[in-house]
């Protein structure tokens, strides 16, 4: 990240350990990357073994640069050190940021989500200079939409039939919080 002098991970919670990606995670990360229903909402996915060993590959290559203009974290469940997601952010211009999550759904309705997504908003806030943070979603996923509006972020419109996706074209959200309202 540009701005960033040095990498500002890990980032510890009271549950979870937000870190790089380890060549060990490809179990873990195959198992909820490959899951129709964990996916059901993304733009990718459900991955086949060989999509999950190409994106690892290539998520570790990236992690050797520094400083990158995206970075992705594992959601590691610290009390028994499994990968149990991942979490994004991108910083853009003028200060903003845009970010992302995916959750498998073994781990859904526990808060593991706000956890991590509010860990990863703080950090963008205090440590990277972000004004303006954005995350998109579809419609129809309701949870994440909950998740969002948890965070303390609006929706500042709908972009209509924007994705192509496994089942037709989707309708996206675009949720925004900015460093103020996050700080209350």
């Known amino acids: 990240m540009a701005s960033a002098p040095a990498p500002w991970f890990p ?22 990357a490959s899951d129709p229903e ?20 290539a998520l570790l290559a990236e992690q050797r640069k520094w400083p990158r203009p995206e970075v992705n974290l594992a959601v590691e469940a610290s009390d028994i050190r499994k990968v149990i997601g991942s979490v994004r952010i991108r910083l853009g211009p003028q200060r903003s940021a845009d970010f992302g ?42 949870a994440s939409l909950r998740l969002l509006e948890k ?6 419109g709908t972009l209509r039939r924007d994705r192509l996706v ?4 989707r309708d996206t959200h675009l949720y925004v919080v900015l460093e103020e309202e996050c700080r209350r």
């Not at 459900?46 to 999509?51: D, H, I, S």
């Not at 991590?116 to 129809?140: E, I, M």
């Not at 965070?151 to 500042?156: A, F, Q």
């Open 166 to 169: 496994r089942d037709g074209w």
């Open 38 to 57: 964990t996916v059901r909402y993304m733009d990718w996915g459900p991955n086949t073994p060989e999509v999950t060993d190409e994106r690892l590959r």
């Open 101 to 142: 999550y995916v959750l498998g759904r073994r781990w859904w309705r526990v808060g593991y989500g706000y956890e991590a997504t509010s860990a990863l908003l703080q950090t963008a806030f205090a440590r990277l200079d972000v004004h303006r943070a954005w995350a998109s979603c579809d419609v129809r996923n309701t």
């Open 11 to 32: 980032i510890r919670t009271a549950r979870l350990l937000l870190r790089e990606f380890e060549a060990r995670d490809r179990d873990d990360v195959h198992e909820y």
């Open 151 to 156: 965070l303390g972020m609006r929706c500042e």
